[in-house]
T-cell receptor, first 116, second 115 residues
Framework: AQTVTQSQPEMSVQEAETVTLSCTYDTSENNYYLFWYKQPPSRQMILVIRQEAYKQQNATENRFSVNFQKAAKSFSLKISDSQLGDTAMYFCAFRPSGGSNYKLTFGKGTLLTVNP | DSGVTQTPKHLITATGQRVTLRCSPRSGDLSVYWYQQSLDQGLQFLIQYYNGEERAKGNILERFSAQQFPDLHSELNLSSLELGDSALYFC??????????????FGQGTRLTVV
């Protein structure tokens, strides 16, 4: 079974600064996908960024980028130029890429507060 | 807007009762997933349907059941409700059943409060 661990229950950052959220996972799968989801106060689960395990290049989406270390089973999210609208709960998630086991396994989440 | 519609948005009911949560997936998506989000358990996968058939089961209680209809909408039935069933229930949909770079799109959830 896969497990996803987010060791930072809460973090805060000043507007315009950079923050990194940590995520580690455990799996015996070789091929899989990793995701960061954002859940603002509206409760909507919004996909922030996605990483395929077979790709060595780290994914980037505008101000969001990841540091994927497959050997260490680490998948951190870096948010640059933080904005007030980034305030939300962030969830790291894992999904195998093959077979019939395609459900998302989530970490417990990190509550990020961006301060003005 | 993700394109996934869940109704109702809020539901308050008494212990012992039965409720039905409804989900309409994005147009064209064949897979529907149900998740439960609670303070103590976090986001837990409950069950998945693909084109009307059950494909995967997670931590779903026997008091809970689900189905997917021919028009691809899905319903999650919760019975003999207990206080601990109070949670946010999400539905998600995706285009394919397995593999691939297939994103799961989430609805806005149904907030269930059992009193």
């Amino acid at each position: 079974a896969q497990t996803v661990t987010q060791s930072q229950p809460e973090m805060s950052v000043q507007e315009a600064e950079t923050v990194t959220l940590s995520c580690t996972y455990d799996t015996s799968e070789n091929n899989y996908y990793l995701f960061w989801y954002k859940q603002p106060p509206s409760r909507q689960m919004i996909l922030v960024i996605r990483q395929e395990a077979y790709k060595q290049q780290n994914a980037t989406e505008n101000r969001f980028s990841v540091n994927f270390q497959k050997a260490a089973k680490s998948f951190s999210l870096k948010i640059s130029d933080s904005q007030l609208g980034d305030t939300a709960m962030y969830f790291c998630a894992f999904r195998p890429s093959g077979g019939s086991n395609y459900k998302l396994t989530f970490g417990k989440g990190t509550l990020l507060t961006v301060n003005p | 807007d993700s394109g996934v519609t869940q109704t109702p948005k809020h539901l308050i009911t008494a212990t012992g009762q039965r409720v039905t949560l409804r989900c309409s997936p994005r147009s064209g998506d064949l897979s529907v997933y149900w998740y439960q989000q609670s303070l103590d358990q976090g986001l837990q996968f409950l069950i998945q349907y693909y084109n009307g058939e059950e494909r995967a089961k997670g931590n779903i209680l026997e008091r809970f059941s689900a189905q997917q209809f021919p028009d691809l909408h899905s319903e999650l039935n919760l019975s003999s409700l207990e206080l601990g069933d109070s949670a946010l229930y999400f539905c998600a949909s995706s285009a394919a059943i397995q593999g691939g770079n297939t994103e799961a799109f989430f609805g806005q959830g149904t907030r269930l409060t059992v009193v």
